[in-house]
Structures are given as structure tokens and as C-alpha cells.
Nanobody
Framework: QVQLVESGGGSVQAGGSLRLSCAAS????????MGWFRQAPGKEREEVAV???????SYADSVKGRFTISQDNTNNTLYLQMNSLKPEDTAMYYC??????????????????WGQGTQVTVSS
């Protein structure tokens, strides 16, 4: 079993920065793909950024150039550095993990494990 615990959310003004962290525990060597997803009130969950164990990354168009995903494989920690935050970035942010980055369900990337989420609020 795998447990994911997010931290680092909070409230910030537009243009500010936040860094999210996700600590993974349990059988982590089997995890090849980790990522950040977000869900705003009344909206569907969307993929923000994904990284595989080889360091290959993928970003949503809406965050390219502003967000950076990274990982520390030694400490089993995933990060999301968020700069130039906008009010539309306000959402609950979830850390997720999977055995592969190439599994899809209904057009969305399938992630096997999920954290509880951390709230990010950006005010204008």
C-alpha cells in the first residue's frame, strides 16, 4: 500500500508563489509516475503536472512556464513550485501516483493512489 500526504497549500495574492510537497510512504519503489492534479469548486478535476521516475515531465498548458514539478527519489517526495499564481489557480491540489504514466481511462490519466489534498487560494 502507498500513502501520499500533501503539504504547503495556503492563501496568497495574485503574482505570489507557493511550493507544494507530497511525501510518499509504503511500497514506493513500484511507483513510476507521480503528479499533481487540482479541482476547483464546480469544475472537473484536471491534471496539472506529471513526472516519471526518469524525470520526464508533462504540464497542463495553463501552468506551463509558471509551475515546475520535481521529485526527490531519495526522500520519496514530490514537489510543485508554483510561481506567478493567478486567481484561476485556486483549487484543491492533489498528489497522485501510479505504476505507469501511460494508463488512461476516459481520456484522463489513471492514477492508482491519491492524497487527501491541500487547498490553494489565490486572491486578486
Amino acid at each position: 500500500q502507498v500513502q501520499l500526504v500533501e503539504s504547503g497549500g495556503g492563501s496568497v495574492q495574485a503574482g505570489g508563489s507557493l511550493r507544494l510537497s507530497c511525501a510518499a510512504s509504503g511500497y514506493t519503489p513500484s511507483l513510476y509516475c507521480m503528479g499533481w492534479f487540482r479541482q476547483a469548486p464546480g469544475k472537473e478535476r484536471e491534471e496539472v503536472a506529471v513526472i516519471d521516475r526518469d524525470g520526464v515531465t508533462s504540464y497542463a498548458d495553463s501552468v506551463k512556464g509558471r509551475f515546475t514539478i520535481s521529485q526527490d527519489n531519495t526522500n520519496n517526495t514530490l514537489y510543485l513550485q508554483m510561481n506567478s499564481l493567478k486567481p484561476e489557480d485556486t483549487a484543491m491540489y492533489y498528489c497522485a501516483a501510479a505504476f505507469t504514466c501511460q494508463s488512461w481511462v476516459g481520456g484522463s490519466r489513471y492514477m492508482r493512489y491519491w492524497g487527501q489534498g491541500t487547498q490553494v487560494t489565490v486572491s486578486s
